[in-house]
């Protein structure tokens, strides 16, 4: 084990955690799901896969708040276009 082992470890922890955090923040700031809902799907241990945390599918998805409507490509180039007239052409 060398010096930079020793040092380097509670630095990555922390990095992971300030990441963790930004991902959380932006999905719950774009989406419907609460921070407390989502972090406990993160770290639901009953239902891992492969440790990354709760996997949903389609529907499941949606009533969490995760997504708002299960579709294909076709319905969110239809959405898309939709917003864009909404907002006069002007999107972020």
């Known amino acids: ?3 930079y082992d020793i ?3 509670p ?3 922390e990095y992971l955690d300030k990441m963790q955090d930004r991902v959380v923040k932006f999905i719950t700031e774009h989406s419907q ?3 407390k809902t989502f972090r406990d799907l993160m770290f639901k241990t009953g239902d891992l896969a492969r ?3 709760t996997v949903l599918v389609g529907e499941d998805a ?5 997504i708002d409507q299960v579709g ?3 319905d969110a180039i239809a959405k ?3 917003l864009k007239e909404q907002t006069g052409g002007l999107m972020q």
């Open 80 to 82: 898309l276009n939709e």
């Open 33 to 35: 799901i609460k921070e």
């Open 1 to 3: 084990m060398c010096i």
């Open 11 to 13: 630095q990555t922890y």
């Open 51 to 53: 440790d990354i945390g």
């Open 7 to 9: 040092i380097g470890v």
């Open 62 to 66: 949606v009533k969490c708040g995760l």
């Open 72 to 74: 294909g490509l076709k």
